[in-house]
């Protein structure tokens, strides 16, 4: 019904910048608030950085000075600006959204995608 695909990780030495991007597709009616998240081996996801419907952003301690968070509506895109890249910011990227679709108008729903892979080398 509804998909999240992310794309844009890959391996990078420290210091570098990667763009990660998700794509929602589906029967979409509108897109709430939607979130980068990040994991590694063996712990619970974790924030990384958010963005609301009308474009309030939100930020970790980590995240806060060398990420940037949007989203292209008219796409049903978010994006993720990582600079200043660190070997400690290797980990599996998620994207996450509450997204309305035109069977539920009034109910949204949280989707995640897949999953994308940022290795960093030191």
């Known amino acids: 019904q509804v998909q999240l695909v992310e794309s844009g990780g890959g391996l990078v030495r420290a210091g570098e910048s990667l763009r990660l991007s998700c794509a929602a597709s589906g029967r979409i009616f509108g897109i709430k608030t939607m979130n980068w998240y990040l994991q590694t081996p063996g712990k619970q996801r974790e924030l990384v950085a958010q963005i609301s419907s009308g474009g309030s952003t939100k930020y970790t301690d980590t995240s806060r000075d060398r990420f940037i968070i949007s989203r292209d509506d008219s796409k049903n895109a978010l994006y993720l600006e990582m600079n200043s890249l660190k070997p400690e910011d290797t980990a599996v990227y998620y994207c996450?959204?509450?997204?309305?679709?035109?069977?539920?108008?009034?109910?949204?729903?949280?989707?995640w995608g897949q999953g994308t892979q940022v290795t960093v080398s030191s």
């Open positions: 996450n959204a509450d997204i309305l679709t035109t069977e539920s108008r009034l109910y949204s729903r949280t989707y």
